[in-house]
Nanobody, 126 residues
Framework: QVQLTESGGGWVQAGDSLRLSCAAS????????MGWFRQAPGKEREFVAA???????YYADSVKGRFTISRDSAKNTVYLQMNSLKPEDTAVYYC????????????????????WGQGTQVTVSS
C-alpha cells in the first residue's frame, strides 16, 4: 500500500511562488508516474502536471510555462514548483501515483491513478 503526503500549500498573492511536495511511502515502484491535480470549489478535479519515467513530463495548457514538476527519486518525492501564481490557481491540489508509467493522454486522466494524497490548499489572492 502506498501512502502519499502533500505539503507546501498556503496563501499567497498573485505573482508569488509556491512549491508543493508529495512524499510517497510504503510500497514503491522502480518506474511509475505521478501527477498533480487540483479542484476548485464547485468545479471538477482537473489535471495540472505529471511526470512519468521514462516517458517525460506533461502540463495542462493553463500552467505551462509557470509550473514545473520534478522528482527526487532518492526521497520518493515529487515537487510542483508554481511560479507567477494567479487567483484562478486557487484550489486544493492533490498528488496521485500511477504504478505503471504512461504517456500524456493516460497521465492526464484522474481515473488512471492508483493512489491519492489528502490534498493541500493553495489560495492566491489578487
Amino acid at each position: 500500500q502506498v501512502q502519499l503526503t502533500e505539503s507546501g500549500g498556503g496563501w499567497v498573492q498573485a505573482g508569488d511562488s509556491l512549491r508543493l511536495s508529495c512524499a510517497a511511502s510504503g510500497r514503491t515502484f522502480s518506474n511509475y508516474g505521478m501527477g498533480w491535480f487540483r479542484q476548485a470549489p464547485g468545479k471538477e478535479r482537473e489535471f495540472v502536471a505529471a511526470i512519468s519515467w521514462p516517458y517525460g513530463t506533461y502540463y495542462a495548457d493553463s500552467v505551462k510555462g509557470r509550473f514545473t514538476i520534478s522528482r527526487d527519486s532518492a526521497k520518493n518525492t515529487v515537487y510542483l514548483q508554481m511560479n507567477s501564481l494567479k487567483p484562478e490557481d486557487t484550489a486544493v491540489y492533490y498528488c496521485a501515483l500511477r504504478s505503471r508509467p504512461a504517456g500524456s493522454t493516460v497521465m492526464s486522466r484522474a481515473w488512471n491513478y492508483d493512489a491519492w494524497g489528502q490534498g493541500t490548499q493553495v489560495t492566491v489572492s489578487s
